[in-house]
């Protein structure tokens, strides 16, 4: 029987999501297993999920999803190559999925595998080098460097999912146990990424600014029983999360550190740290910093995940690196049987109890440890700070249904 695997944020999920599940299932069987590997209490773009990590897993169970494993802070927060290389060594690692399953905006699968091969090629890296030499920003330059070099499927890297699914392919083949994993990409639906438009398939970047407004229309794009979840944590106090309610904190933070500080959260060691510095001191907020420190060759998004990493005293994870343990976020009846399956296949330890992190090995350890701190400062950010519970981590056993 297939089990597919889906990486993926559902921040929050909604009927895009639903609509992948039973689109996933039509073509692969109705019986399918889904194992969803979800970013944790951080996401890609360098910001706090709108819900925290546990609230996610019980929406996405209680809308078809089976088991949630957690992706780590250091591969959630990331560029979009160890984002992809992170989830699948997470889903390669289970020894129980068979597909990898995810959204593109061209629905090639074709295309996006020539963009992926043309990347690891011999040619590609000197290309790249000259033309970032001529000041182009480096989307730009690698996607001049793919058409000229394949011709097809180039523009796979000008839109967002399409861009992640090369990534998916790349991993595939670069990480130990995943090329046994079939990739199937469906062609998404609805609005595009992080378009502002709301509809019965209206983004997560919608829905969050809807929430985030206390407009009550975002429920019209999300599933019933997501929905609820949702409301049960904005009446708990807990929801929405925005990083916008820690902005003191972050602030504080920022401006206590030195220059020198930086370096290790700049990512691409082009001496960006300079630059973000120099915006600290000028800024009255966060968003007048990120603005001070734009350029077209220094992404918003690069800028988010370098102040975030900063705040956190995240060291950005290095490309080859894979999590060193899978941990269970929730499953229902059906991932309970993946678990038991899992306990004689996964080639990783699969952590149920946050207790039993703590018995791993040294770097297992220290990235539950760090997992821990993140958690106590997302909580800061909880609209009600009676809610912010310190050690909360260690303390949450995974949603099971």
Not at 52 to 69: I, Q, S
Not at 204 to 220: E, F, K, P
């Amino acid at each position: 029987m297939a089990v597919a695997g889906i990486i993926a944020e559902y921040n929050p999920f909604h009927r895009g999501h639903a609509w992948q599940l039973s689109a996933l299932r039509g073509q692969l069987g109705p019986d399918t297993d889904v194992v969803a590997v979800m970013s944790g209490n951080y996401v890609q773009r360098g910001d706090l999920a709108v819900l925290d990590k546990h609230a996610r897993a019980e929406a996405a169970l209680r809308c078809g999803v089976n088991l949630v494993l957690e992706l780590p802070t250091p591969w959630a927060c990331a560029t979009a190559e160890r984002f992809a290389r992170g989830g699948v060594a997470v889903l390669a690692a289970t020894g129980v999925a068979t597909h990898l399953v995810f959204g593109s905006e061209c629905g090639d699968l074709d295309a996006l595998w020539s963009a992926a091969l043309c990347l690891d090629g011999e040619a590609y890296p000197l290309l790249l080098r000259q033309l970032l030499a001529t000041g182009m920003t480096f989307a730009a330059a690698r996607q001049e460097a793919v058409g000229r070099l394949a011709g097809s499927g180039a523009q796979c890297l000008e839109r967002p999912n399409d861009n992640l699914a090369v990534e998916y392919l790349r991993a595939l083949a670069r990480v130990e146990g995943a090329s046994e994993l079939e990739p199937v990409t469906f062609q998404r639906v609805g609005a595009a990424h992080d378009s502002p438009e709301a509809g019965a398939y209206a983004s997560a970047s919608s829905i969050r600014g809807r929430l985030l407004a206390g407009d009550g229309s975002w429920r019209d794009s999300m599933p019933a029983e997501a929905a609820g979840v949702v409301d049960r944590e904005i009446a708990a106090g807990r929801a929405p999360v925005s990083l916008s309610l820690c902005e003191r904190a972050v602030l504080s933070r920022l401006r206590s550190m030195a220059e020198e500080d930086f370096a290790p959260y700049d990512g691409g060691g082009e001496g960006l740290y300079h630059r973000f510095y120099n915006a600290v001191a000028r800024g009255r907020g966060l968003e007048e910093i990120l603005e001070a420190a734009k350029t077209r060759r220094y992404t918003l998004a690069r800028l988010r995940r370098m102040l975030l990493h900063s705040y956190l005293g995240l060291r950005p994870a290095r490309a080859e690196e894979a999590p060193p343990y899978l941990r269970v976020l929730g499953a229902d009846q059906r991932g309970r049987k993946l678990l038991r399956r899992m306990a004689k296949t996964a080639s990783l330890p699969v952590v149920t109890r946050p207790a039993s992190a703590r018995l791993l090995g040294d770097r297992a350890r220290a990235l539950f440890d760090l997992e821990v701190r993140c958690t106590d400062l997302y909580t800061l950010a909880y609209p009600q700070l009676s809610q912010s519970i310190p050690g909360s981590e260690c303390l949450r056993g995974p949603v099971m249904l």
